[in-house]
């Protein structure tokens, strides 16, 4: 789920001849929302609303139904990934595709939702290669993929310094990014914490979909193109946060 770190090199990645992939392609690049993934969908929105306050701001029916699309969202809790889950698989009509460990899918439950669920296994060995191109290939067959552009929570809740894959990503498949800001759920459900706190409430605010292409100056040169991007789309992410969670990229630039 998080972001690709680094591009892949020319030359193509070793594999062991005996070794048998844990999702084909054809599951990994389906792009339909199963009657599971739907069940699995509403009975979280359940379990949220019970738990805590949860309020979407911005417009979900903004995000493109076609094509490649990037949702990228801060990162400082647990709940993040559920909340997007949960609240915008059913507004999207289309399966959100999530990067995740490999080794989870041979967890009881949690394996059989994953695989069934839009969770593309990456080999933490290879983490950077391979994550990239995994990403690439559900975006190049136009479907959503979801990123976390910090690459893992912030231990502060407030932003950190972003890795620039996803502005790879964004710049070499020309996909739609949507920011997604969410804020509060690190007082709900931190790291390292069990489980959720009840009666906490958290606002996730969808911002308006565009391309990382657009936000750039002409002529600019690849390698300064793309940490430009990362910057641009990290303070789109930050103007839909409280500013608590702002960090740096919530200063005037």
């Known amino acids: 789920m998080s972001a690709p770190t680094s591009e892949p090199s020319s030359e193509p990645a070793s594999r062991h001849p005996s070794a048998k992939p844990v999702l084909s392609e054809d599951e990994l690049l389906r792009s339909d929302i199963t009657p599971l993934i739907r069940a699995i ?19 979900p ?7 490649p699309v990037i949702l990228a969202a801060n990162h400082i809790s647990n709940a993040d990934a559920v909340l997007i889950g949960a609240f915008l698989t059913p507004r999207l009509g289309r399966r959100i595709h999530w990067l995740g460990k490999k080794e989870m899918f041979d967890w009881p439950v949690v394996g059989f939702i994953a695989r069934n669920g839009g969770v593309v296994p990456v080999d933490r ?30 231990p502060t809740g407030e932003l950190q310094p972003a890795k620039d894959g996803l502005a790879m990503l964004a710049l070499r498949t020309d996909a739609t990014i949507v920011p997604i800001g969410i804020s509060n759920t690190d007082r709900i459900w931190p790291k390292g914490r ?11 605010r969808i911002g308006a979909p565009f391309k990382a292409g ?8 690849r ?5 430009l991007a990362t910057t641009l789309i990290m303070h ?6 409280d500013p608590r969670h702002r960090g740096t990229y919530g200063e005037d630039r």
């Open 125 to 154: 060995a290879a983490a950077d290669v391979e994550a990239f191109r995994v990403a690439r290939r559900i975006l190049d067959a136009g479907n959503v993929l979801m990123v976390f552009p910090e690459g893992t929570r912030s």
């Open 194 to 204: 069990p489980i959720p706190t009840p009666g906490k409430h958290a606002t996730m």
């Open 61 to 67: 029916d903004a995000i493109p139904r076609e094509g």
């Open 236 to 241: 789109r992410i930050a103007a839909l946060l």
């Open 223 to 227: 390698k300064a193109a793309k940490g």
């Open 214 to 221: 657009e936000l750039l100056p002409p002529e600019i040169e």
């Open 41 to 59: 969908a509403a009975a979280t929105r359940a379990i949220c609303r019970s738990w805590t306050r949860v309020r979407i701001e911005g417009d």
